[in-house]
């Protein structure tokens, strides 16, 4: 989620102008709903939602998590890590779902991106350093993370693949209770309770062999993403120019949910397993 390297400044101007884009249609919704509320004579309880129709500023004004993305990417010289290309594939799934309930691995630059452009859900961080969510939060305190602790290395990946093999890794459920190796069980209960609509995997450190690897977190990501009740999640893997990411999004993701490659970005489509009784893991 974080990087030293710097985006283009085009990238930070396309950013942007996406903000603004959701602002003119966040705007536009409301203007139409004014209009249809008034030609419909409801006019009683479209004041209850925004008195003193049509004059009122309040009925148009920008919502709070907006405009404070729109002044954070203004002000600052850092941008996200993700190419433009990487997140519009992301933006518009956010596009047709949101609000809705969007899990990340990872706390960065792009957070309060990924906070704004699902307005009205819930996003939440999941970040392995406990230090850089205590400076996250000191600039952006109404983001919602969490601090997890992973106990695995980038240079155990070949024996946790072998491990992921065995059908224990193959069983649908919580993974509180997974007897699988690669099940996060430490995340707060809520996460586990919660069924995601996106999940994005951009963490946690996996560029050198001592890192924590995202082995643990893409089979989580699937396996959260199967056990839901019904329906179906959305989920993203970045980096898949690296071995780690590419060898696990495609073994327990399956490339047969595989939908779209962008860049460095894999999104995936996992439907429910519990609403079919002898799914096969990947299809």
Known sequence: MRSKNQSPVNTKIIILGLFFLLLLSVIAWSSSS?????????????????????????????PPSLANALVHYVTT??????????????SRVLEKKSPCNFLIFGLGHDSLMWDSLNHGGRTVFLEEEKAWIEHIREKLPTLESYHV??????NQADELIESGM??????????????????LKGFPDDIYNTEWDL????????????APGRMNAIYTAGLMSRNRKNGETDVF???????????????????????????????????????????????
């Open 149 to 154: 602790t992973y106990e695995t290395r980038v």
């Open 166 to 183: 065995e059908d224990d890794c193959k069983v649908v459920g919580d993974p509180r209770i997974s007897r699988c190796q690669l099940a």
């Open 77 to 90: 010289n850092i941008t996200p890590q993700q190419t433009l290309k990487e997140i519009s594939v992301s």
């Open 34 to 62: 004014s209009f249809i509320a008034e030609n419909d004579d409801l006019s009683d309880s479209a004041a209850a939602a925004c008195p003193s129709l049509p004059s009122t500023p309040t009925c148009t004004k920008t």
């Open 237 to 283: 893997v970045h980096d898949v120019d690296r071995s780690i990411e590419d060898k696990f999004s495609k073994f327990f993701l399956c490339e047969g949910y595989l939908t779209e490659q962008e860049g460095r970005l894999r999104h995936f489509v996992i439907p429910s397993h519990r609403t079919g009784s002898g799914k096969p893991f990947c299809p």
């Open 199 to 210: 999940i994005m995997v951009d963490a946690p450190t996996g560029y050198h062999d001592e």
